[in-house]
């Protein structure tokens, strides 16, 4: 399967990243970087597609659990490299899962397979960064 994606320069340091299947979004640089602060910054959007791509396994595997999921809310730290190209070397993901009377087994196995086998954004990343991750879960 091969993916598509267009990325539109629209002056300054602004782009419109657009997908294959129509969506779209803005990128821009910081002020300092000759930016606008119109958008998201590149690499801030790697993060955002990790926690992404691993909130929807979570959900979609807890769901198939019939565990009763409320919300779900997604933080991940990325630590640069000092030098350039300043990848990153480390990325943190963490998951706070809330619902009703969820199983903290149903959550890890989830969370498991999100890491190990679905997530197609950790699997591409973690060949150049270090891949932590951890959750909590809040009963209501």
């Not at 930016?35 to 993060?47: Q, Y």
């Not at 990790?50 to 999921?69: E, H, P, T, W, Y």
């Not at 943190?92 to 989830?110: P, Y």
């Not at 498991?112 to 679905?118: G, P, R």
Request: hydrophobic content about 35%.
């Amino acid at each position: 399967m091969s993916v598509t994606a267009r990325v539109k320069w629209t002056g300054g340091m602004q782009f419109v990243g657009e997908s294959e299947t129509g969506h779209a979004i803005v990128l821009d640089a910081s002020p300092d970087d000759g930016g606008t602060d119109s958008g998201m910054r590149p690499m801030e959007l790697l993060l955002v597609g990790v926690g992404s791509c691993s909130g929807m396994d979570i959900v979609s595997v807890l769901q198939k659990k019939r565990q009763k999921v409320t919300g779900l809310e997604v933080s991940v730290a990325g630590e640069n490299a000092d030098e350039y190209p300043k990848r990153y070397t480390a990325i943190h993901v963490e998951w706070i899962i809330t619902g009703h009377n969820l199983s903290e087994d149903a959550v890890k196995h989830a969370v498991d397979l999100s890491m190990e086998k679905y997530c197609s954004v950790k699997a591409t990343l973690e060949h150049s960064a270090k891949v932590s991750f951890g959750y909590r879960i809040v009963n209501t």
